[in-house]
């Protein structure tokens, strides 16, 4: 892969700046013209690109402005003449990434060079998780976002077992998604166009959750004044989803027994017995096993449930995921919240991927709205870690300072630049560098 392109008519210049590049470990395309370089450059280089200002026909002024036509986010790095500083200060300002007026020590060049090819590195991820998000979203019938092993796995069991008359118990952590796994349960089934009916069993009042399930007839209890179709039976035909089932009484696991065996149900205050169509999907958070072997679980309704179990990975468990969930997630709150979506950058990236995520989905859905509310800044931002090199600890706490002084002004560039004691250049060259978006500060302001 080309990491970038050196643009100068001088060939002497031009083979002492690729044997520097080369030494360096960077791939480098040497072109003599811009002409040339322009023919083989396209809005999918996955590099950067430096350039001479004068050179016969097309100048680098000119060439920047073709590439930016192309590829606003291309970095260009313009090498100018002590007589064009002036023009290469304007080229900055329409977007140019960097200058360098010769005679420049190599070391600065190459410095230049891997902060763009950072720069762009993060452009390239952030359009192709967009495209993947994209993708992802267009596939309506599949909510469940992830291209880990794991996730392929459980498509493909979910896919094997819709339409099997089965009930399925479903494990996984808080957060994980174990009534989107049951309601794609539902859906993938042909039993899609009949109820889906969900009933979280820790949070009823068990002096309610047995009319919730089972339903009533009017004088069944004092206040029952009319018939109520319990949950059981109103799924008839469709889906019945009972999370949390560890949580259910014992008295009410013998009920349900009785109603998995039979596929029956009789409501309280009367005697009929009706006959009932539908699936049940149940899911815990922990182990049903263990708890039946302590007694606190009936051991024959967990093997009654245990038919086919699924079993949802943990957030930590599928890492590679969390970069394609973050930016859905992300997608998502900005077109809720009216906010312009954040970029994925080196610092965030690093918090998604070592965190825990103890709350796992539930818990990176939260952060992504935090992040477009401006409200998670400082975990968006961790400290550099010790393995560090001297320049990205230096670079992590200059964008730290930035940040801070844009969001104790709420977002005034003048109020920042003067707290900070930098040019205004300077200023806009290092929003850029750290990719940070002072329009997020004003909007939390």
Not at 172 to 193: D, I, N, Q
Not at 239 to 257: C, G, H, N, S
Not at 294 to 312: K, P
Not at 363 to 380: K, N, Y
Request: charged content about 30%; hydrophobic content about 45%.
């Amino acid at each position: 892969m080309t990491d970038l392109a050196f643009v100068d008519d001088d060939p002497f210049l031009r083979e002492a700046n690729l044997q520097s590049f080369a030494l360096a470990g960077l791939e480098a395309r040497g072109f003599d013209s811009a002409e040339a370089a322009l023919a083989a450059i396209d809005a999918d280089f996955p590099g950067i690109v430096v350039t001479d200002l004068r050179m016969p026909g097309m100048g680098g002024t000119e060439l920047f402005r073709r590439l930016r036509a192309m590829d606003p986010d291309l970095p260009v790095i313009l090498i100018t003449g002590h007589g064009d500083i002036a023009m290469a200060v304007a080229a900055i300002r329409d977007g140019a990434y960097h200058f360098l007026a010769k005679p420049y020590p190599p070391e600065e060049l190459l410095g230049a060079v891997r902060h763009a090819l950072e720069k762009r590195r993060l452009v390239l991820e952030n359009r192709r998780l967009a495209r993947a998000v994209a993708a992802a979203e267009a596939a309506a019938d599949n909510p469940l976002l992830g291209d880990t092993p794991a996730m392929v796995r459980l498509r493909q069991t979910l896919r094997q077992i819709a339409d099997a008359r089965v009930d399925v118990l479903v494990e996984g952590e808080t957060g994980t998604g174990k009534e989107v796994v049951a309601t794609v349960l539902h859906r993938w089934s042909r039993r899609a166009a009949r109820p889906f009916v969900a009933l979280n069993c820790g949070a009823l009042p068990e002096t309610v959750i047995e009319s919730e399930l089972f339903g009533h007839e009017p004088g069944a209890f004092t206040g029952a004044q009319k018939r109520r179709v319990g949950r059981v039976e109103h799924a008839d035909g469709g889906t019945l989803f009972l999370d949390e089932i560890e949580a259910m009484p014992p008295a009410l696991q013998v009920r349900l027994l009785r109603v998995l065996e039979t596929r029956e149900v009789a409501p309280l205050g009367t005697n009929e017995i009706r006959r009932l169509d539908l699936r049940v999907v149940a899911a815990t958070k922990t182990s049903l096993l263990e708890l039946s072997r302590r007694g606190e679980f009936r051991e024959d309704l967990y093997y009654r449930l245990n038919v086919v179990t699924v079993r949802i990975p943990a957030l930590r468990e599928r890492r590679d995921d969390i970069p394609l969930l973050f930016a859905h997630f992300l997608r998502r709150a900005a077109e809720r919240f009216g906010r312009p979506v954040p970029p994925l950058t080196p610092s965030l990236r690093q918090h998604l991927m070592t965190h825990d995520w103890p709350g796992n989905v539930r818990e990176l859905t939260h952060h992504a709205d935090r992040l477009v509310l401006g409200l998670a800044e400082d975990a968006a931002v961790p400290a550099a870690p010790e393995s560090a090199t001297l320049p990205e600890r230096v670079d992590a706490y200059e964008a730290a300072l930035i940040r801070a002084a844009l969001r104790e002004h709420g977002g005034d560039v003048r109020a920042a630049i003067e707290a900070l004691g930098i040019p205004r250049k300077t200023f806009y060259d290092k929003l850029r560098r750290h990719m940070i978006d002072q329009r997020a500060y004003r909007a939390q302001a």
